[in-house]
């Protein structure tokens, strides 16, 4: 009997927490204490670069940090007028990422650059240069993810996608604003679950875009707006209420034959 409680409870948690979004941070919600990677630590003109913990003065349980076009399953569109529309078809990406999450091989490149619209510059770029996809993978879980995106000449045409490591999307932001912007997300619950991020036009982008200033983070290393457990769906409730019905009609199943037992034997 305690066997089937044991599985029961372990279903609840998993109900409460399958449905926590994301959202949006600013980069006054990383602490010191984040990950920072500038794309100062390379030369201008590195491919792909690689991060371990110690070329940003990460810990010892920092993540090594990647980057590349897109994950693997995704492409760009065929048809970004229809997709991404009024977006550049070299950073129209669709399709969906598939688990464990990898980066694609065959993806356009991304490289350090410099950038006269950013006063951080270097910058990391995809291809082509300011118009290409940039996607980044954390070899472990982060529980918020930002950078500063731009030069952006239009609202609402660029978004940061949020992904788990089996590939599937946490939630996604897009700019609100022009020029340069924090774009910033993270688990509304506070739990470790971003994978990697994507970074491509939803919509027209005249001017482009790259990223710097990459934050990342941990608990303990960033400030989750409201930390709590997203509230359950109506569906979710009644698996959570069938559950605990079904672990107090064991506990009196339990209770009554203990009470036989004791009968028995007077």
């Not at 927490?17 to 919600?29: D, G, L, M, T, W």
């Not at 036009?201 to 400030?223: K, M």
Request: charged content about 10%.
């Amino acid at each position: 009997m305690m066997k089937r409680i044991a599985l029961v409870v372990p279903m609840l948690l998993w109900a409460a927490s399958a449905h926590a979004q994301v959202v949006r941070v600013s980069a006054a919600n990383f602490t010191p204490a984040a990950g920072q990677i500038t794309f100062s630590e390379y030369a201008q003109g590195t491919v792909n670069p690689t991060y371990l913990p110690s070329q940003y003065g990460g810990g010892p349980s920092a993540p090594t940090v990647t980057f590349g076009g897109y994950f693997t399953g995704q492409s760009l569109s065929l048809t970004p007028g229809t997709d991404c529309p009024g977006a550049a078809a070299t950073a129209c990406v669709v399709g969906a990422a598939t688990g464990p999450l990898t980066l694609a091989s065959g993806s356009p490149n991304t490289f350090i650059t410099g950038d006269g619209a950013n006063p951080t510059s270097p910058v990391l770029s995809g291809s082509p240069t300011f118009n290409g996809p940039v996607s980044v993978l954390f070899n472990t879980d982060q529980v918020a993810v930002g950078f500063d995106g731009g030069f952006f000449d239009a609202a609402g045409s660029t978004g940061i996608v949020a992904f788990a490591r089996d590939g599937t999307i946490l939630g996604t932001i897009s700019n609100t604003g022009t020029g340069i912007e924090f774009l910033g997300l993270a688990v509304a619950d506070g739990t470790a679950r971003i994978a990697g991020v994507g970074l491509r036009l939803v919509g027209a982008e005249p001017a482009g875009f790259a990223i710097d200033n990459l934050r990342f983070g941990v608990a303990g290393q960033v400030t989750v707006p409201g930390v709590v457990a997203a509230a359950p769906e109506p569906s979710t409730w009644a698996f959570i209420i069938t559950g605990f019905g079904l672990v107090g009609g064991a506990f009196r199943r339990s209770r009554a034959r203990n009470g036989l037992t004791k009968l028995a034997i007077a």
